[in-house]
């Protein structure tokens, strides 16, 4: 059964750096093929896509985060980590972490989601 | 990289069918069949219900069912229920820098 579990800060300030943390179960980030992705959700809005890493380390980002984002794992934590740099009330959302294969382009076990407040 | 273009909300009495279109472009959804597709019901984590264009994951009603042509892709539900209320999103891989992008969101309303 595989399970992910998104957490850290409910709420960070302008310019700030979030740290968020996915540990997961049920899979390992050290078979060939397995991948965690980020997205996030603003409140009321479309899901966007973020970030992702394979088990070999390759890593992806969207471009118009690219700057801000990094990613990394902890295969042996079980554990994926999202920074984002430089926090704006913008980057308020939901974010979520999720599972998937590299050669299936689909994300087939998402978490439950952590809402993130950026404010002073 | 835009999103996909979903019409904001579509509806349909119980036993109707809706379909909710996905447009996209020559790089995303009319180069690839990689379209998938996201149910969300308030305050809950997306489920996938399409993957590769018409593929339904076990557990996955077969009364969802999807296709593509050209650049656009669609979601039809069958046999409409009061548990299909939700938001639905589309998403596709795509060969620009994007690598993977999202539609904009379709709030599905059961009458």
């Known amino acids: 059964q595989i399970t992910l579990k998104e957490s850290g800060p409910t709420l960070v300030k302008p310019t700030q750096t979030l740290t968020l943390t996915c540990t997961f179960s049920g899979f390992s980030l050290s078979t060939t093929g397995v991948g965690v992705g980020w997205m996030r959700q603003p409140p009321g809005k479309a899901l966007e896509w973020l970030a992702l890493i394979y088990w070999d380390d390759d890593k992806r980002y969207s471009p118009s985060l690219q700057s801000r984002l990094t990613i990394t794992k902890d295969a042996s934590k079980n554990q994926v980590v999202l920074t984002m740099t430089n926090m704006d009330p913008v980057d308020t959302a939901t974010y979520y972490c999720?599972?998937?294969?590299?050669?299936?382009?689909?994300?087939?076990?998402w978490g439950q989601g952590t809402l993130v407040t950026v404010s002073s | 990289q835009s999103a996909l273009t979903q019409p904001a909300s579509v509806s349909g009495s119980p036993g109707q069918s809706i379909t909710i279109s996905c447009t996209g472009t020559s790089s995303d959804v009319g180069a690839h069949n990689y379209v998938s597709w996201y149910k969300q019901q308030p305050g809950r984590a997306p489920r996938l219900m399409i993957y590769?264009?018409?593929n339904r994951p076990s557990g996955v009603s077969n009364r969802f069912s999807g296709s593509k042509s050209g650049n656009t892709a669609s979601l039809t539900i069958s046999g409409l229920q009061p548990e299909d209320e939700a938001d639905y999103y589309c998403s596709s891989y795509t060969s620009s820098t994007t690598f993977y992008v999202f539609g904009t969101g379709t709030k599905v309303t059961v009458l």
């Open positions: 999720a599972h998937r294969i590299k050669w299936l382009v689909y994300f087939d076990y």
């Open positions: 590769d264009v018409s």
